[in-house]
């Protein structure tokens, strides 16, 4: 296992002069992985990925990649590359030259040069495009060419700094998806920064859960979603429902865990309060004693109530947070 | 003719806007008028009293003013002076601006604001205490001497607008030269310099204009050995006809026309109002 390790971080701790920051990062990931780091803003994951990158320097411990420590190198020296929220394309220089820059800093020939950017062009689908200004493209496309300038230099690792937040929801689907893509086919080794759960779970091996400068719980997006350790991780991840029990403790269910049907007695009671269509299933909000219960079902289903109709809940899987930080079946 | 009787405009335009076109024409005379008539003073071959408009119209006294040596050589004095003090300034002011735009030490605003103390008190002080310096360390009447002079005219120019290009340069644009592998001064040189020459560009302008236009400082550090165009003419304005003065200050008008011709084209006016940003 230890030989198929691509990026390790020892005891990583980076604080700025206030006090934040992140404190005793470990983490590793492994040749070809999509590890993102997710959570709210502020919660460190932009401050790792910059100091896996060289534009912040570690307080302490260690950055390895392929077992060399990079800790103190240079970002110019580093075998990374880093892919920009707001995509940071040279407006000075067109399309090629933008691409051409780091090429030109290796020596790679000239006619390799170019054989070499027209491939990476026609991978991120902007081909024609050589000769254009950033300051003439929609953000979505120079981001594809942010992509292909990183990606140009065969990183060992990629890095990406919320790099779609910037685009609208289409495009930023449609990115999402090309990116896996080519992450897979080329077998490359990314961090990702996100605060989009959804994007996170859409695109990851394997999903970091940050919180305030540390590390909630590291899984894969099904253990993440299904298992999450601890009640952050919950309200994090997708949607909840969090039942408050009499004993203090909380019971947290999934929409899509909870059944409805007519009259009193199960588990909850309460009153329809909305219906609401959302596609190929149906979200139903009850109005009961604890608060608003979410849940969905399907449209045959829906038909069977209206808006007021008194009705009971079933709580299906449903995990128990005897406080904020630990978690039992 | 009877249609330009102001009676007539009175009730064609309504009475408040023919007043405000009585406005308009006196302004516009009294800024461009006597533009104007120096213009129609160059190119008058025979202007005599009590004409307005000269008899005759030519070149006349421009072949005169271009036979005197003295203005001659008065010309190319100035554009290497200017040419110097232009690159001497951006060599000495772009490091700097550098670093006051992305290094925040203790004192970066006193350094920015020192730089416009020295345009806040009359000039002619200034020149009189660094002339008692000049007098003492024998740079009275050198080059070295005049071109001090003129570098401290632009000096805030040149630091206050390259700074405020350079801040508005996005960190992350040089960063992202570091990632794909340039060093400290390939980044520089590739990247934040080229993103930041519209404001430096302007700058470098106004200094080349500044320093054409300079006379106090030079007419007091450079004479006798150093007679620029601005210095030149204090004689020319006593000792030559109208007409020689006139032609002269149009050679002196030329360049600063071209120039803030093209700086209207390249340069929005965003960047010159940017350029001027403290802090």
Redesign the interface.
Known sequence: MSGNVKLELRNLTTLYKSGDGVRNINLTVNKGELVTLLGPSGCGKTTILRTI???IPATSGQILIDGKDITHL???KRP???V?Q?Y?????MTVYENMA??LK??KVPKNEQKHRITEMLELVKMTGYEKKYPGQMSGGQQQRIAIG??LL?QPDVLLLDEPFSALDAKIRSQMREELRKIQTDLGITVVFVTHDQEEAMALSDRIVVMNKGTFEQVGTPQEIYNHPVSRYVADFIGEMNFIPMLDGSTKAVRPENISVSHGTGKDLDGYVRTIMMLGHYIEMTVDTDIGIVKLYITAEEAEQYKKGDPVTLTLGDYRTYSDHQSAAE | MRYLSPKRWVHILGRKRWWELCILIAFMLFFYGPLLHMFMLAFANKYEMPAVIPQEFGFQWWKYVLSQPTLVSSISLSFMIAFITTGLSLLICIPAAYVLARYDFPGRKLVMFSFLLGNAFPKIGIYASMGIIFYRIGLMGTLPGVLIVHLLGGMMMMIWMPTNAFKSVPRQQEEAARDVGAGPIRTFLYVTLPMAWPGIAVAAMFTFIGSLGENQGTLLVGLPNYRTMPVEMYGVILDYPATAGAVFALILLIPNILLLFLMRKYVGPETLSKGFKMG
């Not at chain 1, 940071?88 to 000075?92: A, F, Q, R, S």
């Open positions: 990158g060289g534009f240079q970002p110019e990374t590359a880093m920009f707001s940071n394309l040279w407006p000075h820059f780091g800093l290796r300038r990183s230099l």
